[in-house]
């Protein structure tokens, strides 16, 4: 079955650090460009950044609100793409999602930032 | 930045009816533009690609046009299971990958 589950939320304070992890099954992730959107509660999607796969270059883009407070990254061996997020702001409250060609989603993972 | 402008923000309708949404994008973005539902608490779906190309497995009764910046998701008989909220998605320029803000559908 193809999967993405997410996990690493939780609630954090203003200023502090979280990393979310997404495990693929099921499809060839090594060939997969990663992506990961977020939708703050009662709003729309917001896409937060991707990852392209290694053979296409690996090259990662972000959104402006979380460039440089983000950073993407991979473990191909492992089937996992990784978000790690820092100087957390409350307005990053929100449920992220990964995703892949916006094909296959993951369930989502609710992070709140809040003191 | 690409804006992808969608109207309505909401609407109702009733069982079998046809519904329209549109989508415009700021520039020309050609046929690279996504469709997704959105159930409460759920990941979107993804329901049209390139513009006009419906996903496997996706009813018959949703369909989409457009090309450029013009762009529409048609429902041809409204469905109960079709209550949701629906957006658009640019992949012709990115960063950053833009969403329309979406439409909520009730009956």
């Known amino acids: 079955e193809v999967q993405l589950v997410e996990s690493g939320g939780g609630l954090v304070k203003p200023g502090g650090t979280l990393r979310l992890s997404c495990a693929a099954s099921g499809f060839i992730f090594t060939n997969a460009w990663m992506s990961w959107v977020r939708q703050a509660p009662g709003k729309g999607l917001e896409w937060v950044g991707r990852i392209k796969s290694k053979t296409d270059g690996g090259t990662i883009d972000y959104a402006a609100p979380v460039k440089g407070r983000f950073t993407i990254s991979r473990i191909d061996s492992k089937s996992t793409v990784y978000l790690q997020m820092n100087s957390l702001k409350t307005e990053d409250t929100a449920v992220y999602y990964c995703n892949t060609a916006g094909i296959v989603w993951g369930q989502g993972t609710l992070v709140t930032v809040s003191s | 930045d690409i804006q992808m402008t969608q109207s309505p923000s909401s609407l109702s309708a009733s069982v079998g009816d046809r519904v329209t949404i549109t989508c415009q994008a700021s520039q020309d973005i050609s046929n690279y533009l996504n469709w997704y539902q959105q159930k409460p608490g759920k990941a979107p779906k993804l329901l049209i690609y390139?513009?006009?190309n419906l996903h496997t497995g996706v009813p018959s009764r949703f369909s989409g046009s457009g090309s450029g910046t013009d762009f529409n998701l048609t429902i041809s008989s409204l469905q109960p299971e079709d209550i949701a909220t629906y957006y658009c998605q640019q992949y012709d320029a990115l960063p950053p990958l833009t969403f329309g803000g979406g439409t909520k559908v009730e009956i």
């Open positions: 390139d513009a006009s």
